[in-house]
């Protein structure tokens, strides 16, 4: 079983910036992507930026510029550095990760951390 758990989400100007991170645990063989995903009331879940193994990232078109995705391998965690947010930012942020565990290759997800932006 996989475990992620999400932190740093809270209440923030527009302008300013926040830290996301999400640390997987459990039975892990391997983790290949992480990434994070969004999803703002009445709205479907987004992808915000995903990052491979290897270090390469994809962003989200709105995210560009502002937002860098990192990992740290060795602790199996994965941030996501924000910054100049905006209000239209507001969500409930999702740490997703793709894990080798017990011989299957399955995605994980955390229980999601509220990013709120004010104007």
């Known amino acids: 079983q996989v475990q992620l758990v999400e932190s740093g989400g809270g209440l923030v100007q527009a302008g300013g910036s926040l830290r996301l991170s999400c640390a997987a645990s459990?039975?892990?063989?391997?983790?290949?992507?992480m990434g994070w995903y969004r999803q703002a009331p009445g709205k479907q879940r987004e992808l915000v930026a995903v990052?491979?193994?290897?270090?390469?990232?994809n962003y989200g078109d709105s995210v560009k510029g502002r937002f860098a995705i990192s990992r740290d391998n060795g602790k199996n965690t994965v941030y996501l550095q924000m910054i100049s947010l905006r209000p239209e930012d507001t969500a409930v942020y999702y740490c997703?990760?793709?894990?080798?565990?017990?011989?299957?290759?399955?995605?994980?997800w955390g229980q999601g951390t509220q990013v709120t932006v004010s104007s």
């Open positions: 990052i491979t193994s290897g270090g390469s990232t």
């Open positions: 997703n990760s793709v894990v080798s565990s017990g011989g299957s290759i399955f995605p994980s």
């Open positions: 459990g039975s892990i063989a391997s983790i290949h992507a």
